[in-house]
């Protein structure tokens, strides 16, 4: 493929990156061990070309060309005895997604393969897969991520069509994972967490403040509503509705110019402070300092005394 240098021109290992937060995509091409340390980040490895060991903390197996690897944030993994390989890699913010709700809460295989930890927050057994993919959808992933590159190299990471794009790979991979991992590769999602799930979504967006004891409770009782979302989350509806409010504050710092100020009003919070305090503690930097880092740069905005 025009994409990668000629095999013959390897000497070294080459990195080459594409595009820029909230999404980044990497070409490897290794002809020696090579060390991917633990990230705060989804990652998406897909072997493009050759052979190697492929060594985790869980041990060491052989990846040979066409097989995918799905690392979620804290685990490092390392390429042992490569012969010419090549490698593509996809890292992605998941706040940048949380507008993709209704896609990603109706596809378990996605949420079980990206959103585990980074989604919920919740740590769970699963934190990397590695799966073979079909001749055919070998191919679709291969052009996929080709297609993504393009969008990337035209610095089109901030449009819409390029969430679209990553949203593919995920849907292609999910469909690979679900025929090929012989693990769980679905997330269970019970009808009364799916209940409560998509009430916290709608106050959300109605920037209302959340409160269970208000909530339709959809025809199940209050208990089973608790456990079944206990069970699949790990937290409160009170926590999780509080972060994914945090996340719908991060997709708009990384995609508009709205201030922070603007962003906390819309969203329901009563005062840019208590905003700031609970994005900090999700994220560990205040919105202004998250957008300088990953999204649009804050525009300054000069206001007349009296408007």
Same mark, same amino acid.
């Given at each position: 493929?025009?994409?990668?240098?000629?095999?013959?021109?390897?000497?070294?290992?080459?990195?080459?990156?594409?595009?820029?937060?909230?999404?980044?995509?990497?070409?490897?091409?290794?002809?020696?061990?090579?060390?991917?340390?633990?990230?705060?980040?989804?990652?998406?490895?897909?072997?493009?070309?050759?052979?190697?060991?492929?060594?985790?903390?869980?041990?060491?197996?052989?990846?040979?060309?066409?097989?995918?690897?799905?690392?979620?944030?804290?685990?490092?993994?390392?390429?042992?005895?490569?012969?010419?390989?090549?490698?593509?890699?996809?890292?992605?913010?998941?706040?940048?997604?949380?507008?993709?709700?209704?896609?990603?809460?109706?596809?378990?295989?996605?949420?079980?393969?990206?959103?585990?930890?980074?989604?919920?927050?919740?740590?769970?057994?699963?934190?990397?897969?590695?799966?073979? /993919?079909?001749? #055919?959808? *070998?191919? %679709?992933? $291969?052009?996929?991520?080709?297609?993504?590159?393009? @969008?990337?190299?035209?610095?089109?990471?901030?449009?819409?069509?390029?969430?679209?794009?990553?949203?593919?790979?995920?849907?292609?991979?999910?469909?690979?994972?679900?025929?090929?991992?012989?693990?769980?590769?679905?997330?269970?999602?019970?009808?009364?967490?799916?209940?409560?799930?998509?009430?916290?979504?709608?106050?959300?967006?109605?920037?209302?403040?959340?409160?269970?004891?208000?909530?339709?409770?959809?025809?199940?009782?209050?208990?089973?509503?608790?456990?079944?979302?206990?069970?699949?989350?790990?937290? /409160?509806?009170? #926590?999780? *509705?509080? %972060?994914? $409010?945090?996340?719908?504050?991060?997709?708009?710092? @990384?995609?508009?110019?709205?201030?922070?100020?603007?962003?906390?009003?819309?969203?329901?919070?009563?005062?840019?402070?208590?905003?700031?305090?609970?994005?900090?503690?999700?994220?560990?930097?205040?919105?202004?300092?998250?957008?300088?880092?990953?999204?649009?740069?804050?525009?300054?905005?000069?206001?007349?005394?009296?408007?």
């Amino acid at each position: 493929m025009a994409l990668f240098f000629k095999k013959s021109g390897i000497a070294e290992n080459r990195i080459e990156n594409s595009g820029r937060w909230p999404v980044r995509l990497t070409q490897f091409q290794l002809i020696d061990d090579y060390e991917f340390p633990a990230t705060n980040f989804p990652e998406i490895f897909f072997v493009q070309e050759g052979n190697f060991l492929h060594e985790t903390e869980a041990g060491t197996q052989a990846v040979r060309e066409g097989v995918a690897m799905m690392v979620n944030p804290g685990h490092r993994h390392t390429v042992k005895q490569p012969d010419e390989v090549v490698i593509t890699r996809v890292r992605f913010l998941p706040e940048w997604l949380a507008k993709e709700y209704e896609i990603i809460m109706r596809s378990p295989d996605v949420l079980s393969l990206f959103f585990d930890q980074s989604w919920f927050r919740h740590p769970r057994d699963e934190n990397l897969h590695v799966f073979t /993919t079909r001749g #055919d959808g *070998a191919s %679709r992933v $291969r052009s996929e991520l080709e297609y993504l590159r393009g @969008l990337l190299r035209d610095k089109r990471h901030l449009e819409p069509i390029t969430r679209v794009s990553v949203l593919k790979l995920m849907m292609l991979l999910a469909d690979e994972y679900r025929r090929f991992w012989r693990g769980v590769s679905e997330i269970e999602i019970l009808p009364e967490a799916a209940h409560a799930l998509d009430e916290i979504e709608d106050c959300i967006h109605r920037a209302e403040p959340f409160d269970p004891t208000a909530m339709s409770r959809g025809g199940f009782e209050k208990r089973a509503i608790e456990q079944a979302f206990g069970e699949l989350t790990g937290m /409160t509806m009170v #926590d999780y *509705a509080q %972060r994914r $409010r945090v996340f719908h504050a991060a997709s708009h710092l @990384l995609t508009t110019h709205e201030e922070p100020r603007r962003i906390s009003k819309a969203l329901g919070w009563a005062t840019t402070g208590e905003f700031t305090k609970q994005f900090e503690a999700v994220f560990d930097i205040p919105p202004s300092v998250y957008r300088e880092k990953f999204g649009v740069p804050a525009e300054k905005v000069t206001e007349v005394e009296g408007e």
